[in-house]
């Protein structure tokens, strides 16, 4: 079984500022892949980036990256330079990598962020 | 155009009568998906499938009934709908990973709307 923790419901982050949304999981699963989305006010769901866990290097796209630390089995996503169309809400999801056909994905509670002008 | 699409876009609907969701991708992606989203939960996975005829249930199936006799369409029915069932639905595609690496993401539509009164 897999299972994502985001324990921030909410934040509030100064335009220009850097924000880091917290995901941590836990799974039995020794490779996996993890997912931050984002879904604005209209509701469509937006890839963002991914993550793998053999990995060598954290994932960047953009403004967006993770900060991936596998012992502790967290995987932040970082927005630098925030915005205010980053105002959002940001699911974290993961799916494991080692069963054939394993493609579903598991998601967070999510983290409704706000920038604030 | 290419892409995802969900129709009705928002449905009500009363207690007991059957609904179904449509779902339609023009990727020809093997995998599709069905999640509900509820406030406090995130997205959970209610049915998926993995080729046309091949579907399996998810986290959440009770209530719920699909079919693949296409690989394009994958509609979600609502035998008898209950109050419970009121949600936002997405219907989601992705290739095999197998085919083209695990980072490949889940491609969503933009959801549908469903009140049961």
């Known amino acids: 079984a897999q299972k994502i923790t985001q324990t921030q419901p909410g934040m509030f982050v100064q335009e220009k500022e850097a924000v880091t949304l917290d995901c941590t999981y836990d799974?039995?699963?020794?490779?996996?892949?993890l997912f931050w989305y984002k879904q604005p006010s209209s509701g469509e769901m937006i890839f963002l980036i991914y993550?793998?866990?053999?990995?060598?290097q954290n994932a960047t796209e953009g403004r967006y990256s993770l900060n991936f630390q596998k012992a502790r089995k967290s995987a932040n996503l970082v927005i630098s330079a925030s915005q205010l169309g980053d105002s959002a809400m940001y699911f974290c999801?993961?799916?494991?990598?080692?069963?054939?056909?394993?493609?579903?994905?598991?998601f967070g509670t999510g983290t409704r962020l706000t920038i604030i002008p | 155009d290419a892409g995802i699409t969900q129709s009705p876009r928002y449905k009500i609907t009363e207690t007991g009568r059957q609904v179904t969701l449509m779902c339609h991708q023009t990727?020809?992606?093997?995998?599709m998906f069905w999640y509900r989203q509820d406030l406090g939960h995130g997205l959970r996975l209610i049915y998926y499938?993995?080729?046309?005829?091949?579907?399996d249930k998810g986290e959440v199936p009770d209530g719920y009934v699909v079919s693949r006799s296409k690989t394009e369409n994958f509609p979600l029915t609502l035998e008898s709908a209950t109050r419970s069932q009121t949600s936002v639905y997405f219907c989601?595609?992705?290739?095999?990973?197998?085919?083209?690496?695990?980072?490949?993401?889940?491609?969503f539509g933009d959801g549908t709307r469903l009140s049961i009164l």
């Open positions: 993550q793998g866990s053999y990995d060598q």
């Open positions: 990727w020809s992606h093997s995998y």
């Open positions: 999801a993961m799916r494991g990598l080692s069963n054939f056909g394993n493609e579903k994905l598991t």
């Open positions: 799974t039995s699963d020794p490779s996996y892949g």
């Open positions: 989601a595609s992705s290739v095999d990973f197998g085919d083209r690496g695990s980072n490949q993401p889940q491609h």
């Open positions: 499938s993995a080729a046309a005829d091949i579907t």
